[in-house]
Nanobody
């Protein structure tokens, strides 16, 4: 059974940093993409970043470029999202997702391109 477990969320002041972790288990994810999405109250779930497990290619939403970094951990099947220069508008539940999708012609950025989801972790940025 595939499981994705996020951790690392919390309350932080604007301008601060948090690092989210996603531990994946239940299968080999070497040919998968691992993504982060977020959902704020009253809004639709939106794409944040994705990484291709094989090769390490990354892709980011415009609104996080230069502030967030997605990476693979040394531990097997672990993905991180380093979030710096956080803003109040980054407040949301952040979800980890895994999926087998082509990166051609574009990286997987839609929720329906991912097959497995974590339960989410709350990130709150206060001003």
């Amino acid at each position: 059974q595939v499981q994705l477990v996020e951790s690392g969320g919390g309350l932080v002041l604007a301008g601060g940093s948090l690092r989210l972790s996603c531990a994946a288990s239940g299968r080999t994810f070497s040919s998968y993409s691992m993504g982060w999405f977020r959902q704020a109250p009253g809004k639709e779930r939106e794409f944040v970043a994705t990484i291709r497990w094989s090769g390490g290619s990354t892709y980011y939403a415009e609104f996080v470029k230069g502030r967030f970094t997605i990476s693979r951990g040394n531990a097997k099947n672990t993905v991180y999202l380093q979030m710096n220069s956080l803003k109040p508008e980054d407040t949301a539940v952040y979800y980890c997702a895994a999926g087998w999708s082509t990166w051609y012609p574009l990286p997987p950025r839609q929720a329906n391109e991912y097959d497995y989801w974590g339960q989410g972790t709350q990130v709150t940025v206060s001003s």
